[in-house]
């Protein structure tokens, strides 16, 4: 069995195993960690979100106490095999208990190059797990700190053998990763951005769309527009969801706000610049404990089903646009036709009662 499909079994049960908690996932559970951060926009809302994820508990590179390899054995854990971690660039899955091993185990991915703005390995930027994953050695090396875009000159990128549906580009200094961890990868790299803003001892890190050469040691990383689209294409899967779940309760106590709301990407750097965050219409939200609605599947392909005592179905897309309000038969006529992305359901009950569900669509 290939790697990559050995990958896509694992996820596949994630979301088997994570997708009912997301599923009634009501918006309010977020927002009351992203409260002060509503209805701002540009440069204010980045310093209210770097405000929020600040500060977080720091665990040191490796130690004899809890360090990063402990904590990637949690949050990259195989849910087919538990003792095994998954690798982001190739999805091949190992032996956790290895670690790096002399080399025949794995390695500790910096996503954000730590050659890009110098950081290391020291606690902060060095050791952030929301940005460290499991890697195999080679591919590491093949991903060194190239800027990560859309390769046009690829060559594939080979993990023991298997072609790991990564790609180097030979005539570019970039790396294009796999399609099932592009977005995984954008929404790392947004949260570094915000993170680390040149306070006391830590990097001001910054997007760009100029590549940047390998010697080069700025505290920028490209492309931004790649990894844009790259946040569009390949959605929050539950295995992402799942964790920032592990880093916030358990860990690091702070979370991704580009998992939680993919959107905000568009906010800070895309084409929702200069807009509010967080229309009035989306940012009202009440959590309806005896009403027992739920939205199923989430995410879907198309077909969305409403359970519950509900009076009202509102849909919204990330502008803050209605979009419909057909259902019949418990069903939302319409949304298949929709295209892929994120969406809120905004639905009442008959006591007027309001609650906000955040739907992904692949």
């Not at 956790?96 to 190059?113: K, L, S």
């Not at 979009?323 to 298949?336: H, R, Y």
Request: neutral net charge; glycine residues 6%.
């Amino acid at each position: 069995m290939k790697f990559q499909n050995r990958f896509a079994i694992a996820k596949t049960l994630g979301l088997f195993y994570f997708s009912f908690l997301i599923a009634i996932n009501v918006f309010s559970q977020d927002t009351a960690y992203y409260t002060p951060a509503f209805n701002s926009s540009g440069n204010v809302l980045k310093l209210k979100l770097h405000q929020l994820i600040k500060n977080h508990t720091q665990f040191p590179y490796t130690a004899g106490s809890t360090d990063v390899w402990d904590i990637l054995k949690a949050t990259d854990r195989d849910t087919v095999n538990p003792d095994n971690v998954i690798l982001i660039y190739s999805g091949r899955s190992v032996d956790a208990a290895q670690e790096y091993n002399g080399g025949a185990g794995w390695t500790r991915e910096h996503v954000w190059a730590k050659s890009r703005g110098d950081f290391g390995t020291d606690p902060g930027a060095g050791t952030d797990v929301h940005h460290l994953r499991p890697c195999d050695k080679g591919v590491n090396s093949s991903r060194n700190n190239r800027n990560f875009d859309d390769c046009i000159t690829c060559v594939d990128v080979v993990d023991n053998g298997f072609n790991t549906g990564s790609k180097r580009d030979a005539s570019k200094w970039t790396f294009e990763p796999r399609d099932d961890v592009k977005g995984d990868v954008a929404r790392m790299i947004f949260y570094m951005a915000v993170r680390y803003e040149g306070n006391e001892s830590d990097p001001d890190l910054e997007l760009v769309n100029t590549i940047l050469s390998k010697s080069d040691k700025s505290p920028k990383q490209a492309v931004l527009t790649t990894l844009l689209e790259w946040n569009k294409q390949d959605p929050v899967s539950a295995w992402e969801h799942n964790r920032n779940n592990i880093i916030y309760n358990n860990y690091q106590h702070n979370r991704n706000p580009f998992i939680d709301f993919p959107e905000l990407a568009q906010y800070l750097w895309g084409d929702s610049l200069g807009m509010a965050w967080m229309s009035d219409a989306l940012s009202v939200s009440s959590h309806l404990a005896n009403a027992q609605i739920s939205v199923y599947p989430n995410p879907t392909n198309g077909t969305v089903q409403i359970k519950g005592n509900y009076k009202t179905v509102q849909v919204y897309n990330l502008q803050g646009q209605l979009l419909t309000t057909n259902i019949a038969n418990n069903t939302v006529i319409g949304f298949e036709n929709l295209p892929k992305g994120v969406y809120f359901f905004r639905i009442t009950n008959a006591n007027n009662e309001l609650t906000v569900f955040r739907i992904i669509k692949n």
